[in-house]
């Protein structure tokens, strides 16, 4: 288990910038694939972005590819996701979560911060 510490949300216009940092407590960071999701009202959480160990690969959901970049630093034990051109329905909170297995699911990850609201507005 790893604890996980989310930061940056707040509240932007519509194709504003954003973002989001998850700080780790533990020495074990780099051993962690690292998840972002996100989970708007009446919504199921959803799937954003992850990656891997080492940073090198990255995925994301289509609804994100091209304005949200998944990046971290490990000497830092921090992951964050810079999100651009921001759209309403971006709105939800936002979670970090860190996990074993290369996955999309969120139970495949085992630590989960306690989230960050971002709120974009029209």
């Known amino acids: 288990q790893v604890q996980l510490v989310e930061s940056g949300g707040g509240l932007v216009p519509a194709g504003g910038p954003l973002r989001l940092s998850c700080a780790a407590a533990?020495?074990?960071?780099?051993?962690?694939?690292m998840g972002w999701f996100r989970q708007a009202p009446g919504k199921e959480r959803e799937f954003v972005a992850r990656?891997?160990?080492?940073?090198?690969?990255?995925y994301y959901a289509d609804s994100v590819k091209g304005r949200f970049t998944v990046s971290r630093d490990n000497a830092k034990n921090t992951v964050y996701l810079e999100m651009n051109s921001l759209k309403p329905e971006d709105t939800a909170v936002y979670y970090c979560?860190?996990?074993?297995?290369?996955?999309?699911?969120?139970?495949?990850?085992?630590?989960w911060g306690q989230g960050t609201q971002v709120t974009v507005s029209s």
């Open positions: 979560a860190a996990g074993s297995r290369i996955a999309t699911d969120p139970t495949n990850f085992g630590s």
């Open positions: 533990g020495r074990t960071f780099s051993s962690y694939v």
């Open positions: 990656i891997n160990w080492s940073g090198g690969r990255t």
